[in-house]
């Protein structure tokens, strides 16, 4: 399955600039797929070391982590030639050997022209103290499959280029097949075990079987690497936040059985491992949006949707027989897809607008910030009258460009208003054309 994150491999490949490169993301995101797939395209051979499956490994990382000798006790044990320009070097798992994370500092300085990708899930529960190497390493974040990775998957090609296209108004019966499309993608969601199993069986229970495997394992992992955290804690906040998509959140009311400095701590965890995105709260549609974001007002959304959906226990008949994408589990679903896109596209931090005076309950679902733009970004159905909060941020901050409302409603335009609808179907790729 064609992936997104490909082109940046191949960018981070060919670069003068080049580092040893993490790649980052939750288990079973694709991961390995991808780097597999740069090495077999575009490396003469490539030298994949499983450090969680193999941990006779390890030990070549005990010593003083000099490159050479690495490399060279690597081309011993698994009987293969590194070359450098010609070999990719996968460390997989990384998070299972915090020497071997140590020593991509040292391959950074004593041997830059060698191609090295790490990959790992939740580096901040496995590693501790362990300090990463700033500055001599890159980063990358994968995430699941958004919509239109899902499309391709498909070879649903008709779909993928009015995705791709700027957006428009188009003849019914497409919109409508688009928006049955999506509502598919909301319950097989964006694992792409999930998806390759749906086309492979065209069943719905075969993707919510894996769903539950996913959690299963996730949870097995908190329970391994969270020697920092209470793991029992980690569980509960995870269940609590996944029950509470849209709702502004109280670390106080995502457990009931642990202290506050604990809660937090999980929370933090999990925002860190990508579990979970932490949407913050911003007073003002002014940049920078980091310095001004609260720490107190903040949503969160889960990592992906059709995982979401078994662990927050959503009753899936109910919402296979739901004709309204917006009435799927109160329109949570919409706005969880929505961040999960917007992640996906941006690769960075979420926002959302609540107003900043006593008593007042106005928000808007989310802020994006386009060439120095700012643009309030709502999830709703319904007429541009009854969308009050975004009404409100653009008359208090008329600089910004116009504000966006996603909905089942087909694409339109309300000028005067400095409004734009987009059907839900767009959400991951209209930012390129604002």
Not at 379 to 393: D, E, F, I, P, R
Request: charged share 25%; proline share 4%.
């Amino acid at each position: 399955m064609k992936r997104q994150i490909e082109k940046q491999l191949l960018e981070w490949k060919d670069s003068s600039r080049r580092k040893p490169l993490i790649l980052r993301g939750a288990r079973q995101v694709g991961k390995t797929w991808s780097v597999s797939k740069l090495g077999s395209d575009h490396f003469e051979n490539t030298v994949h070391m499983d450090l969680e499956k193999n941990r006779a490994f390890h030990s070549l990382f005990e010593g003083d982590l000099d490159p050479g000798d690495i490399v060279r006790s690597i081309e011993v044990l698994m009987n293969t030639r590194i070359t450098s320009g010609k070999t990719l070097l996968f460390l997989d798992e990384i998070q299972s050997c915090p020497r071997a994370l140590m020593s991509l500092r040292y391959f950074y300085e004593e041997m830059p022209e060698l191609h090295v990708i790490a990959a790992g899930s939740l580096l901040e529960f496995a590693l501790g103290e362990i300090s990463f190497p700033v500055g001599r390493i890159q980063y990358l974040h994968m995430t699941p499959m958004s919509f239109l990775e899902y499309l391709e998957a498909g070879e649903n090609d008709r779909a993928v280029e009015i995705i791709r296209s700027r957006p428009e108004k188009l003849p019914g019966p497409i919109h409508i097949s688009l928006l049955q499309e999506l509502k598919t993608y909301f319950l097989v969601g964006g694992m792409p075990e999930s998806v390759k199993t749906f086309y492979q069986t065209g069943s719905l229970m075969e993707p919510f079987k894996i769903h539950k495997e996913l959690i299963h394992s996730f949870k097995d992992d908190f329970g391994k690497y969270a020697a920092h955290s209470n793991k029992d804690c980690l569980d509960e906040v995870f269940v609590n936040i996944s029950r509470n998509i849209g709702n502004q959140l109280a670390y106080s009311g995502l457990s009931s059985s642990f202290s506050h400095p604990t809660i937090r701590k999980a929370f933090e965890l999990l925002v860190k491992a990508r579990m979970i995105n932490k949407v913050s709260s911003v007073g003002k549609l002014e940049l920078p949006l980091d310095v001004q974001s609260s720490s107190r007002k903040f949503k969160a959304t889960m990592l992906d949707i059709g995982v979401w959906q078994q662990l927050s226990g959503i009753s899936i008949e109910s919402e296979l027989a739901e004709p309204d994408l917006m009435n799927l589990y109160r329109g949570a679903l919409a706005e969880q897809y929505v961040g999960q896109e917007l992640t996906a596209s941006t690769g960075g931090d979420l926002y959302y607008w609540a107003r900043s005076v006593k008593s007042s309950t106005a928000e808007v679902d989310y802020v994006v910030a386009v060439d120095g733009k700012i643009y309030p970004v709502e999830v709703k159905s319904g007429s541009s009258g009854s969308l009050k909060s975004l009404h409100l941020a653009l008359k208090t901050f008329p600089d910004c460009p116009g504000g966006i409302v996603f909905s089942t409603r087909e694409y339109g335009e309300i000028p005067e208003q400095k409004l734009t609808f987009l059907p839900l179907y767009y959400a991951g790729q209209f930012l390129k054309f604002l």
